[in-house]
């Protein structure tokens, strides 16, 4: 019976990473525009609102276009969830949602995103997920995609704000 047990457990993740010469108050904006992750996210190419208003709890986007480990080279499947804002909080700069449908396979996954302000130079993007365990996966597919994504993320704002500073010198 124990083997039946941990294939129940949930999946738990955290990936972490840095925003080098940017504070929080500067990349949260950014994050907290719940229907704009396309702009950031690496082979995300739709994010639009489906339902609700923007940072508000309750609002729901569809995300298409992500590229996941179970796609095939020959596949032409697009990859797409639905995904419901459960909690927000700009003072402490965290926001909570859930994947509530799609064609992936995730069931009873939640995420919840932070920034983080750093004593040094920049500020640090976390993101905490759980989800039940994905047929065809492993935990560590959706570690690296996950990972892999948040750095990109960070990259992207990190760009992003530095051409807005950059242009508002001149």
Request: with cysteine.
């Amino acid at each position: 019976m124990e083997p039946m047990l941990q294939e129940k457990a949930k999946w738990k993740g955290k990936a972490t990473t840095q925003v080098k010469g940017m504070k929080a108050e500067q990349v949260w904006p950014l994050l907290e525009d719940f229907f704009g992750l396309d702009k950031w996210f690496p082979t995300l190419s739709t994010c639009l609102p489906i339902e609700g208003i923007s940072g508000q709890p309750g609002c729901v986007r569809f995300c298409a276009g992500f590229k996941t480990p179970l796609d095939g080279h020959h596949k032409q499947t697009v990859n797409w969830t639905k995904q419901k804002l459960l909690s927000i909080d700009p003072t402490q700069r965290t926001f909570s949602y859930s994947i509530v449908d799609g064609n992936v396979g995730f069931h009873s996954y939640v995420s919840t995103l932070k920034v983080l302000q750093k004593e040094d130079d920049g500020c640090e993007i976390e993101w905490l997920y759980e989800v039940d365990p994905v047929e065809g996966w492993k935990l560590e597919y959706l570690d690296s995609f996950i990972h892999t994504g948040l750095q990109v993320m960070a990259q992207r704002m990190e760009g992003a704000l530095r051409t807005m500073e950059e242009a508002l010198k001149t």
